[in-house]
């Protein structure tokens, strides 16, 4: 044995003679060393970095080497990350759309007979260039409403930039005078214009024997007895659903119990109440007919029960 001034001047020396000892030895000193030195990229692969087949060893993951809690915190984050930014790109998506493509160009009107459909697409306050989404159809039905002569009925939108508006117009169908003033009526009542002209037309028949309590332009004709408003818009539907309006020249309203037309052929009809009108009509064009085939022009003409009309002759 060597004596102690004899020490090697390394433990590395001083392990070298025990055999099994000395190459674990050096290479814990080698990596030691190794881990010291700067890496050089040219530098080639350490054996002991290379696997089997002679591809270099995949390097660690450090997401791995986290704790679970931070890994899950980090995902969480990415994906709201991603949600942020996909929420983002569609909401751009969308005010660009709407803001270019989405533009109100062209108002159809279906329904029109008197007005141009310029004049009904400027009174509903459709224009060009409004966001087809913002329309309403309860606004249009508010602005409609202004113009009297107007039935809104509905609006479809056809996307992304066309509209088509449905309305039907107002017609007068019957006059009647009050106060010496003279008013046009449509077939719900609605009074459509005004004028003091004394002169009766002859393509509308007259209504007499209204109640009347107050009359406005645009609006419903009051009167004191709504059964004859119900009287008046009973018989017109259906005049005007059998083509037989412009047959009357009178509607007499005053006894509703006991309601009365006169044909321009100058027969008075007795209608009765405003009960089974469809029927009634129905037997007065008939029973009309064959009393113009008879030559007859005058008398009355009882349809008050349909199925059995009674003519009688004036005498």
């Not at 024997?209 to 818009?233: C, D, E, I, P, S």
Request: proline content about 6%; glycine content about 6%.
């Amino acid at each position: 044995m060597r004596k102690p001034k004899d020490r090697p001047e390394n433990e590395l020396d001083q392990f070298e003679a025990y055999g099994e000892y000395s190459y674990a030895y050096r290479h814990a000193a080698e990596q030691r060393r190794r881990r010291r030195k700067p890496v050089d990229e040219n530098e080639p692969p350490d054996p002991d970095d290379i696997r089997e087949g002679g591809e270099p060893a995949p390097k660690p993951d450090p997401e791995l080497t986290l704790p679970p809690e931070e890994r899950a915190r980090r995902r969480s984050r990415a994906i709201t990350s991603r949600l942020i930014f996909v929420l983002a790109v569609a909401v751009a998506g969308i005010i660009l759309l709407q803001g270019t493509v989405f533009r109100l160009r062209t108002v159809y009107v279906i329904g029109n007979v008197q007005k141009t459909a310029q004049q009904v697409a400027a009174a509903s306050g459709l224009v060009k260039g409004l966001n087809i989404f913002s329309i309403s159809e309860e606004e249009v039905r508010r602005n409609l409403s202004s113009d009297h002569t107007i039935i809104f009925l509905g609006l479809q939108k056809d996307y992304p930039s066309t509209i088509y508006l449905y309305i039907s117009e107002r017609q007068a169908v019957a006059i009647t005078q009050w106060l010496g003033m003279q008013y046009t009526l449509d077939a719900e009542g609605i009074v459509m214009s005004e004028n003091n002209s004394m002169v009766l037309p002859t393509d509308l028949p007259c209504v007499t024997g209204l109640q009347v309590t107050n009359v406005h332009v645009g609006q419903k004709l009051n009167v004191r007895n709504q059964v004859q408003m119900q009287a008046y818009y009973d018989i017109m539907s259906e005049l005007a659903l059998q083509y037989y309006s412009d047959q009357i020249r009178e509607m007499n309203l005053s006894d509703p119990e006991n309601l009365y037309l006169l044909t321009a052929t100058g027969i008075s009809v007795r209608l009765g109440t405003h009960e089974h009108m469809r029927a009634k009509i129905g037997a007065l064009r008939t029973d009309i007919a064959y009393l113009q085939q008879l030559g007859k022009t005058s008398g009355v003409l009882d349809v008050s029960i349909p199925e059995d009309a009674k003519y009688r002759p004036e005498t």
